[in-house]
């Protein structure tokens, strides 16, 4: 080798683009301290060959794959609120009626909760429309008072219940509680 060629770098293929000198790279684990799985985050070359390589935590990750990840991502959450509107349209018109044993005074033994309405609400529309962590029921009230319950519905009667289909729709429905025969 001549004495001007530069030398190989160690490594073998080369070392990754440095910003700053860290690299950056995609978390495949949670590492504490560091990022979640998905997040992209820049690190010290010395941790990565260290800590994440050893372990698989994390991948290098170019510029051009950042953007095609955030355009993926874009484009998946366009979807998500399109469907969720399109789901909302649906729930917006329904009327759930829960029929529950009730009490000669109206009071109904047990309760209908959150989870017990979303539940429900499931099995009156096409299969897979609210299976989304995001569904959330955020309010129950009572449609003679406006009253908004803080806990499980106890009493026959009808209710208007607030629920978010993602973090940008929500949608109102009604819901009557009746005493089975």
């Known amino acids: ?8 770098k160690k490594g073998g293929k080369g070392s990754p683009a440095l910003k700053n000198g860290k690299v950056q790279v995609k978390m495949t684990k949670f590492v504490e301290g560091t990022g979640r799985v998905g997040d992209i985050v820049l690190v010290a070359p010395a941790f990565w060959e260290n800590k994440l390589k050893k372990t698989s935590s994390a991948v290098l990750i170019s510029d ?3 953007e095609a990840d955030n355009a993926l991502k874009s484009q998946s959450e366009a979807e998500a609120l399109a469907t ?7 729930v917006s018109n ?18 209908v909760g959150k989870k017990t309405v979303v539940d429900m609400l499931k099995m009156q529309l096409p299969l897979g429309c609210l299976d989304s962590k995001a569904v959330k ?17 106890k009493e026959i009667g009808t209710y208007d219940v607030r629920i978010c289909l993602h973090k940008d729709v929500g949608v109102d429905f009604k819901m009557k509680v009746a005493a089975e025969p």
């Open 137 to 153: 029921i955020k309010s129950i009230k009572e449609e003679e008072s406006g009253k908004e319950l803080k806990h499980d519905v």
């Open 84 to 90: 969720a509107k399109d789901v909302g349209a649906k």
């Open 94 to 111: 329904t009327v759930l009626e829960i029929k529950k044993k009730a009490g000669p005074n109206g009071h109904i033994f047990g309760g």
């Open 1 to 8: 080798m001549a004495l001007y060629m530069a030398r190989p």
């Open 64 to 66: 051009e794959e950042v």
